[in-house]
């Protein structure tokens, strides 16, 4: 339920409200406005009737949300979240996110190489897979450890958030330790261990949506995660199976809008992923981006024909930074900044 407090009620009132509420077993979320303070409750409405706090002083009115994803829904908060990732780096607002990298990380000398010229065009977070969910279990699978170190070196040399996945409930520990920002991939967005687990850490969560997952279905992996104290999730649209086969997945371009009705969590975009091609990489990217994206994820090799993963849909840096540049009039005319 949401409690709204008069514009008159005191810090006292308020505290007595989220006291009563904490009695009765609910998590309690504030919200300070300029007028008005709201009180996300969570838990069961059973417990306590809405009537009786509704007759405490300080109350104004009592809303019951009607979405399975309380902390997630745009009914507990109207205002988009802005979540800083470290180094100044905000996702949400006006800012776009630019998470760009090697899909896998394959040696320092790479992924300094590539990491220097993504942000000389204008990206602002790196991103590189250390731990690797492969379909085959004989491919390439990550350098793992020493992955997340190479990772963690270019960020402090460069003054850039780094972004990359993790895969094990038994790993969250040690790549909290190197990342700013942890990844549930698409294959693990309902792995509901991992996401309670990631939910107790203080990092920002990006969340991929799984590879056949309905909008709520995402948003309720959401929901685990906040529901553990964690309220800093990034959704990111990567595409969706369908019959289609002439590109890797099928971008749901109407995730974006139909994500910013429902929910205040930015979200970003990987055309990437969602295409498997290069050659598609650019127009998905500039689609994302008028159709209200917060960022995008975009994956960039100095030498895409000699990767270990993924070469076939990774930009060449000089690609990158043509596409940056032909990004930034289309952020403009739908009110984001990029370079």
Not at 59 to 78: D, F, G, H, R
Not at 306 to 325: C, I, N, R, V, W
Request: charged letters at 25%.
């Amino acid at each position: 339920m949401i409690i709204i407090m008069k514009d008159s009620a005191s810090a006292l009132q308020i505290e007595a409200v989220e006291k009563r509420l904490a009695d009765f077993g609910f998590n309690t979320h504030p919200i300070v406005g300029e007028k008005k303070t709201v009180i996300g409750a969570i838990g069961d409405k059973r417990l306590l009737s809405m009537n009786e706090v509704l007759l405490m002083p300080g109350v104004e009115n009592v809303v019951p949300i009607m979405k399975p994803y309380k902390l997630a829904s745009k009914e507990l908060q109207k205002e988009q979240s802005i979540i800083d990732v470290g180094y100044g780096v905000t996702v949400g607002g006006n800012q776009l996110a630019v998470f760009a990298g090697p899909c896998a990380i394959e040696s320092q000398e790479q992924f300094t190489s590539v990491s220097r010229s993504v942000k000389a065009s204008g990206a602002n977070i790196l991103r590189g897979g250390a731990f690797k969910p492969r379909s085959s279990p004989y491919s390439f699978q990550g350098l793992e450890g020493d992955g997340l170190k190479i990772m963690y070196n270019s960020g402090k040399e460069l003054g850039m958030p780094i972004c990359t996945e993790v895969l094990d409930t038994r790993d969250v520990e040690l790549v909290a330790s190197y990342a700013d920002i942890m990844q549930i991939g698409a294959r693990n967005m309902q792995n509901f261990k991992l996401l309670r687990e990631v939910g107790k850490c203080n990092k920002p969560i990006l969340l991929k949506r799984g590879l056949a997952s309905t909008m709520e279905e995402w948003l309720m992996a959401a929901e685990y995660i906040m529901s553990e104290g964690n309220e800093n999730v990034i959704l990111c649209e990567r595409g969706i199976r369908t019959y289609e086969t002439s590109t890797r997945n099928t971008f749901d371009i109407s995730a974006i809008p139909v994500s910013k009705e429902l929910s205040h969590l930015p979200i970003i975009a990987d055309p990437s992923h969602a295409t498997g091609s290069y050659k598609y990489v650019a127009p998905v990217a500039k689609a994302a981006i008028a159709a209200g994206a917060d960022g995008l994820m975009i994956e960039v090799h100095n030498c895409p024909e000699k990767a270990a993963s993924d070469g076939e849909q990774s930009l060449k840096p000089h690609k990158f930074d043509t596409l940056m540049k032909e990004l930034d009039p289309i952020a403009k005319a739908v009110g984001k900044k990029l370079l």
